[in-house]
């Protein structure tokens, strides 16, 4: 299966960390067993599926808004992911 160019992600109605992962886990096509922390975003992005090479996040403001934390743990593991992989972008937009 060819790697998608480009995946969007609604996050604006999110509001719980469990409906982030589960969110993340359909948008990106991770499998059943995705075990919903991030520890095991980690593991799906960098082993599980084929990441696109870019990836749009739109309702991030309230979605930072109603999970601080959780916002900044996926901006730090997709940061952390981009150093890794050169064609990899990510875009949080409103």
């Known amino acids: 299966m060819a790697v998608p160019d480009l995946v969007q992600v609604d996050v604006g109605s999110v509001e719980t960390l469990g409906e982030l ?12 067993f995705y075990g919903m922390n991030w520890d095991a975003f980690w593991d799906a992005v960098t082993g599980l599926v084929e990441m696109p090479h870019t990836l749009v996040f739109t309702g991030w403001t309230e979605l930072d808004r109603r999970l601080p934390e959780a916002a900044a743990s996926l901006q730090d593991c997709l940061a952390q992911y981009g150093r890794t992989a050169s064609s990899f972008t990510v875009t949080f937009g409103q």
Do not use: K
Not at 21 to 32: M, S
């Open 21 to 32: 992962h589960a969110v993340l886990r359909e948008a990106l096509g991770f499998p059943a």
